[in-house]
Nanobody, 125 residues
Framework: QVQLAESGGGSVQAGGSLRISCATSGTARGACMAWFRQAPGKEREGVAKINLVQGGTYTVDSVKGRFTISPDNAKNAMYLQMTNLKPEDTAIYYC???????????????????WGQGIQVTVSS
């Protein structure tokens, strides 16, 4: 059983930075992990994904160059470093995981099995 827990969210002004963390327990090797976000009134969307074995990463175009996903294998954690934040980045951010050899090609909610409770990130203008 895989358990995920996000931390580090909060409020920041536009242009600022924030790092959110995902602590994992019970994560087996061969896991693909990802960050999703959901803004009020909108669908949950994928932000970034990482293959914990191969180390490959992917970020969506809307955050490319501003957000970086990274693992901390020693701590069984995953991070999302967010820089140059914009008001449109305001959302609840979710950590997700799926046990498989490679990450799903598409960053879709339905492809991930395990989810954290989510954490609020608010960017003010």
């Amino acid at each position: 059983q895989v358990q995920l827990a996000e931390s580090g969210g909060g409020s920041v002004q536009a242009g600022g930075s924030l790092r959110i963390s995902c602590a994992t327990s019970g994560t087996a090797r061969g896991a693909c992990m990802a960050w999703f976000r959901q803004a009020p009134g909108k669908e949950r969307e994928g932000v970034a994904k990482i293959n914990l074995v191969q180390g490959g990463t992917y970020t969506v175009d809307s955050v490319k160059g501003r957000f970086t996903i990274s693992p901390d294998n020693a701590k069984n954690a995953m991070y999302l470093q967010m820089t140059n934040l914009k008001p449109e980045d305001t959302a609840i951010y979710y950590c997700a995981a799926v046990i498989r050899d490679s990450c799903p090609y598409l960053l879709r909610r339905a492809d991930f099995t395990y989810w954290g409770q989510g954490i609020q990130v608010t960017v003010s203008s």
